[in-house]
């Protein structure tokens, strides 16, 4: 069974499109996040829910916008997709916000904008 | 930025021990030490984390120093498939962007037959 699971897995788009990408998890958590992976490989947070509240804002483009349909579901919406937004997005889920427990990665989608 | 700093490489032979070292001078009291690492083109996968005292799971362990300044994760019996990126990071128990998790560069262990 997967624990973490984002769809789709390769997205290629053209600068000016919106895109999603979904993530679902099985394992309960009540928090779920969103991370950047670039092309140097640095992993940078973007968002994090915890049941249905945006708990955590990094400073990224509101161009950026995580929604959360339920607990299992953190889903990460893009307007205007620009070059460099070109990247691998992970999600991920804890069972708690910000607690000592650890968090389960999906295993990715990699999008490319052309 | 990361609050660690770690070797950008080490290199492991098959069968023998991987000791990962972490330097952690900054760490607060309440902060906890977690390895994670990345195996090429996949999401990062927990190992290993702890506060104080020396810990050992199915996969490592970790063994933090007394003055918590530094520590270092042991994979007993390095295999290939453990080749990865494993990061240290230190973060608080706690809500909010504290607790968030932030990677450094990590060291980028091969293991070579």
């Known amino acids: 069974d997967t624990a973490v699971s984002q769809t789709p897995k390769y997205l290629v788009t053209q600068m000016g499109n919106d895109k999603s990408i979904k993530c679902e998890q099985n394992?309960?958590?009540?928090?779920m996040y969103w991370y950047k992976q670039d092309s140097k490989k640095f992993l940078k947070i973007m968002f994090s829910?915890?049941?249905?509240?945006?708990?955590i804002n990094e400073t990224v483009p509101n161009r950026f916008s995580p929604k959360s349909p339920d607990k299992a579901h953190l889903n990460l919406h893009i307007n205007s997709l620009e070059l460099g937004d070109s990247a691998v997005y992970f999600c991920?889920?804890?069972?708690?916000?910000?607690?000592?427990?650890?968090?389960?990665f999906g295993p990715g989608t990699r999008l490319t904008v052309t | 930025d990361a609050k660690t700093t770690q070797p950008p490489s080490m290199d492991c032979a098959e069968g023998r021990a991987a000791n990962l070292p972490c330097n952690h001078s900054?760490?607060?009291?309440?902060?906890?030490v977690y390895w994670y690492r990345q195996i090429h083109s996949q999401g990062p996968q927990y190992i290993i984390h702890?506060?104080?005292n020396n810990e050992t799971n199915e996969m490592a362990s970790l063994i933090i120093t007394e003055d918590r300044k530094s520590s270092t994760l042991i994979l007993p019996h390095a295999t290939l498939r453990d080749t990865a990126v494993y990061y240290c990071?230190?973060?608080?128990?706690?809500?909010?962007?504290?607790?968030?998790?932030?990677f450094g560069k990590g060291t980028k262990l091969s293991v070579k037959p």
């Open positions: 991920a889920s804890s069972s708690q916000a910000g607690g000592p427990s650890e968090q389960y």
């Open positions: 394992l309960g958590h009540d928090t």
């Open positions: 829910y915890n049941n249905k509240e945006l708990i």
């Open positions: 900054t760490i607060s009291g309440n902060e906890y």
């Open positions: 702890g506060l104080k």
């Open positions: 990071i230190v973060r608080v128990a706690g809500g909010g962007s504290q607790g968030n998790l932030i």
